[in-house]
């Protein structure tokens, strides 16, 4: 691999000639651990027009470096870093530095502070991983997305790979979102009601900046996803956190001054319960009357296997009152970051315009690979999949539960990827987590998900989209074990 001519400089005041500084250059470079053992130098006219040298300067520096065994030659194909040049020495971590400026007082807002679970980076060496939202790499399908990304980097398509859409988005993408995605949940959009977006997560976020402001009200779910929390503080409105039920949220509780109401339907966040049809159509009424707007998490929607899903409430909206989060990053894979919003045109233009101010558009290259997985059908192939093996791995958990005597909050009706589970009032899920690692086995801690200082402790999550279906009773039986000892 040839080591780019652009990470080369001289630096203004250095000390002896062009030649020696060169020298040091290089050499530093390889002491340093940057230019690695086998790795191409550029060529010495390409340096020197660089470095605005003379070729020869630049010349008698490589062949320097050859004499010292830094460098290697190879015929007419020029010069590598030598098999033989020293080993970059292991180097003790500078010192921490004084910053002079006092940030305390520099800073003017604050997005640290929030609650955020400890998810150990590391989670796919552990045997018994119970962990939400990552992916099984024996359930993706690598091929076709491989085929696809490489359809979307063909000439083909280079307009879409290489534009810069300003505030504009992927057409096909939308297209296949207006015209297949949307429907199964009931939804009727025209392309300039929906946005794509990095992630769920995001369209949150630009939802939070539009509707709400320091004057205003936002209710959210009690327990619920715990960076919409943090977002809803950083936006600096009012924050009315309503606990939920086995049936979600509660309407008959929203306070009437709530302009803005947050909540996931189809699966209750974190604890999958899934809202019944006379419940939303209640939350929409209630809605209506107070003049508030809903935001709709429709997140893992796809995942309902035990029964059908319920129409998502967007398609029962007739007054524009519901703003849909739709997410592509839980059913491939959460890297993708590809998420979008359906709402009435004005909103969506606003939102529009905010993307557009703080980062245009997601890559245009992602959205065309997606559109293409999308539109020839392995997505729902992949759906398929994953719900069948989803559907398998809860009934084999559901039984391994029932038969170690663990504790099960609430269960969602349709599916989903996780249980919430609930210990004893008085132990500490935090412990129990921390106990269990050293046992291979990964839980979620759940008091992250609650609003307040107080937030009860004895609540948890089991994720079961990542550990593979034979190892689920063991993991189960380790996780009751560690709970029985004293």
Excluded at 6 to 35: D, H, N, V, W, Y
Excluded at 74 to 80: A, P, T
Excluded at 241 to 259: K, M, N, S, W
Aim: proline share 7%; aromatic share 8%; charged share 25%.
């Amino acid at each position: 691999m040839a080591i780019s001519v652009e990470t080369f400089f001289l630096a203004p005041g250095s000390q002896g000639t062009l030649q020696a500084q060169i020298q040091q250059m290089i050499a530093e470079g390889i002491l340093s651990g940057r230019f690695r053992r086998g790795e191409k130098l550029p060529s010495s006219r390409k340096l020197a027009s660089h470095l605005n040298v003379s070729r020869i300067t630049v010349t008698l520096a490589y062949t320097e470096l050859l004499a010292n065994d830094y460098l290697s030659s190879r015929g007419r194909s020029g010069y590598f870093v030598s098999e033989n040049a020293p080993v970059p020495p292991s180097f003790s971590p500078p010192k921490k530095r004084e910053d002079t400026v006092d940030w305390t007082r520099a800073l003017g807002r604050r997005f640290t502070g929030g609650v955020t679970p400890d998810k150990p980076k590391d989670w796919a060496k552990y045997r018994y991983p119970f962990v939400y939202g990552q992916t099984d790499p024996s359930l993706f399908d690598h091929a076709n997305w491989r085929l696809c990304a490489l359809q979307a980097l063909g000439q083909k398509d280079f307009t879409a790979l290489t534009s810069d859409y300003y505030d504009q988005d992927d057409p096909e993408l939308v297209e296949f979102i207006a015209r297949n995605t949307l429907p199964r949940r009931g939804i009727i959009a025209r392309p300039e009601e929906i946005l794509i977006t990095l992630g769920a997560q995001n369209a949150l976020w630009i939802t939070a900046q539009i509707l709400l402001t320091q004057r205003r009200t936002a209710a959210i779910e009690n327990p619920c996803y715990h960076a919409l929390r943090d977002i809803l503080n950083q936006s600096r409105c009012h924050v009315e956190p309503i606990d939920v039920d086995t049936d979600g949220l509660d309407p008959a509780q929203i306070p009437p001054e709530t302009d803005v109401i947050f909540t996931t339907p189809s699966h209750q966040c974190p604890t999958t319960a899934t809202m019944p049809m006379s419940r939303r159509h209640a939350l929409l009424d209630h809605a209506r009357d107070i003049d508030a707007l809903v935001v709709e998490d429709d997140y893992e929607f796809e995942m309902s296997f035990t029964d059908s899903p319920s129409p998502a409430l967007k398609s029962l909206d007739t007054e524009g009152r519901v703003i849909y989060v739709g997410s592509f990053s839980k059913s491939l894979f959460p890297g993708l970051r590809l998420g979008y919003l359906v709402g009435s045109e004005s909103f969506i233009r606003e939102a529009r315009a905010l993307r557009a101010s703080v980062l245009r558009h997601p890559p245009g290259h992602i959205q065309r690979t997606a559109a293409y997985f999308l539109s020839l059908g392995h997505y729902d192939a992949l759906i398929r999949r994953i719900r069948e093996a989803l559907k398998t791995r809860r009934a084999i958990m559901q039984t391994a539960i029932d038969q170690s005597g663990l504790d099960v909050a609430c269960a969602g009706a349709f599916g989903g990827s996780s249980f919430w589970m609930q210990l004893q009032a008085d132990r500490d899920s935090q412990d129990l987590a921390d106990t269990l690692r050293n046992h291979d086995v990964l839980i979620e801690p759940g008091s992250s998900f609650f609003s307040g200082e107080h937030a009860p402790k004895h609540f948890y999550r089991l994720g079961y989209s990542s550990i593979p279906a034979d190892r689920i009773p063991d993991g189960i039986a380790r996780i009751a074990s560690v709970l029985k000892s004293p």
